[in-house]
């Protein structure tokens, strides 16, 4: 039996339910792209976990507390002791979110013609890699790719193809191996503790820096102690040190597992680059002991972060995504299995078949549902990660999927339920679903403007 939520209410928010005449012509408004809806317009919205936390009475107060200063603000040394703590690192840079994190340490580490591998990049990573002349390149194992294919830790970086990447195009091509934990592009798949030591080990006997993409590290440390053999005992706060041992340094978006709705880290070893970092950081986010956040976000996040690596929170947590998980497997709707961290990914190549990728079926599958339900999720397929040859011709991306990303400690499993019902209903009628045609997109990052029409 699942353990009830491990916290009660103290503030709500009423929610708006538009009836579907009105949410086809706010979507049709938007050019079928959800990202350009209201959020007052969505009814359970989906779209991410990041920066839609709901934070605890003690995240709050702490923020009341917090003496706002240019220099030196308490909120800094908070900061410190937490990343100290959780992550065993002394040296770090705060930032507004991930992606200024990916820019600042890019910039620092990669140049024009470099590759920087992967298990597999998020959009931002690979847009960032990408923006300072590098080569964003996926290692992850084949298995990734197969969706009904149930792995423990279908994270892995396949570390045959990472030996023999590094051999073929030289180390001194890499200035940095990464490693995403949990694997969101690939389903919020975990990593495991050996994969980590592993990769960590090839890396170091090329004199390479191993950096974790560690959005969601205590996720990640949930499944190793829910499925590696040795760390059940284990605390998550125990499982998290020993993961951040193995790297020279992290990125980190605190809008996921921070519990905030702003901010984020550089965790480095080296206080050469530590220095390199900041004086970057101090041109485009800020001084280093604010990082371009009021001060009361870096006393949230240190808070949050403490929450985040508790058991109870993790186990409620992860039951949420299964629970939805579990009602869409028993009404056989396709989804990655196993189930992630964070969300459930929907396999639009076998929700929609007759949909080719080149008419985007994972984002014509997130347009109605919104349209039948009001729920916004997210695609993750040809839109968000699909290329264009030199004719201009679609390269479809690897996996097409729509993903429903679970808000933490915001929706209840009712809310779920009806969130269950609702793609149950839409796989039910999926013959109704037709392609679409994309009429704009910008290069990097384009699906968050892109346009769409019906075929
Ligand atoms: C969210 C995310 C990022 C980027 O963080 P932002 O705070 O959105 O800029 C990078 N990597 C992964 C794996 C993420 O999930």
């Known amino acids: 039996m699942n353990e009830p939520e491990p916290f009660k209410i103290k503030m709500v928010e009423p929610l708006k339910k538009l009836d579907k005449e009105e949410r086809r012509k706010k979507i049709i408004d938007a050019g079928f792209n959800v990202f350009k809806l209201r959020s007052s317009d969505v009814y359970i919205d989906l779209l991410t976990d990041s920066g839609t936390s709901s934070m605890s009475d003690e995240q709050w107060s702490e923020m009341f507390k917090t003496e706002q200063a240019y220099a030196g603000s308490d909120s800094y040394y908070l900061l410190e002791e937490t990343v100290k703590e959780i992550f065993g690192f002394d040296k770090f840079v705060p930032?507004?979110?991930?992606?200024?994190?990916?820019?600042?340490?890019?910039?620092?580490?990669?140049?024009?013609?470099?590759?920087?591998?992967?298990?597999?990049?998020?959009?931002?990573?690979?847009?960032n890699v990408k923006h300072k002349g590098g080569t964003p390149v996926n290692l992850v194992r084949d298995e990734a790719y197969d969706i009904d294919k149930k792995v423990d830790f279908k994270g892995n970086l396949d570390t045959i193809k990472l030996r023999e990447f590094i051999e073929e195009k030289g180390a001194d091509k890499i200035p940095v191996i990464m490693l995403t934990v949990t694997n969101n592009t690939g389903g919020g798949q975990p990593?495991?503790?050996?994969?980590?030591?592993?990769?960590?080990?090839?890396?170091?006997?090329?004199?390479?820096?191993?950096?974790?993409?560690?959005?969601?590290?205590?996720?990640?440390?949930?499944?190793?102690?829910?499925?590696?053999?040795?760390?059940?005992?284990k605390s998550i706060r125990e499982i998290v040190k020993e993961l951040f041992s193995y790297a020279d340094g992290f990125t980190f978006s605190a809008k996921k597992e921070g519990l905030v709705n702003i901010g984020g880290l550089i965790g480095v070893r080296d206080e050469d680059l530590q220095e390199r970092c900041e004086n970057l950081g101090i041109i485009i986010e800020g001084f280093p002991t604010y990082g371009g956040m009021a001060c009361r976000?870096?006393?949230?996040?240190?808070?949050?972060?403490?929450?985040?690596?508790?058991?109870?929170?993790?186990?409620?947590?992860?039951?949420?995504?299964?629970?939805?998980?579990?009602?869409?497997?028993?009404?056989?709707?396709?989804?990655?299995k196993p189930a992630g961290g964070h969300a459930v990914f929907i396999d639009a190549k076998s929700f929609l078949p007759n949909v080719p990728q080149e008419q985007f079926p994972a984002q014509a599958l997130t347009v109605q549902l919104y349209i039948e339900s009001g729920i916004r999720g997210v695609e993750l397929g040809t839109s968000a990660f699909g290329e264009l040859d030199k004719e201009g011709n679609i390269i479809p991306a690897e996996m097409e999927t729509m993903r429903l990303a679970i808000p933490r400690r915001v929706y209840t499993l009712n809310q779920l339920n009806y969130v269950a019902e609702s793609v149950i209903r839409l796989y039910e009628n999926r013959e109704t679903i037709k392609g679409l045609k994309r009429t704009y997109a910008p290069k990097l990052l384009g699906h968050f403007k892109a346009e769409f029409a019906p075929l």
């Open 191 to 233: 990593v495991s503790m050996d994969n980590i030591r592993d990769v960590s080990e090839i890396a170091h006997e090329y004199d390479l820096p191993l950096f974790l993409d560690a959005c969601r590290f205590a996720e990640n440390a949930y499944f190793i102690k829910e499925r590696e053999k040795g760390y059940s005992d």
């Open 297 to 336: 976000e870096l006393s949230a996040m240190a808070k949050g972060i403490e929450e985040a690596t508790t058991y109870e929170y993790q186990r409620y947590r992860h039951q949420q995504v299964q629970f939805l998980a579990d009602r869409l497997i028993e009404a056989d709707v396709p989804i990655i």
């Open 95 to 127: 930032v507004h979110q991930g992606r200024a994190a990916e820019n600042i340490l890019f910039s620092v580490l990669v140049n024009d013609g470099d590759f920087v591998p992967n298990n597999m990049h998020f959009d931002t990573t690979k847009a």
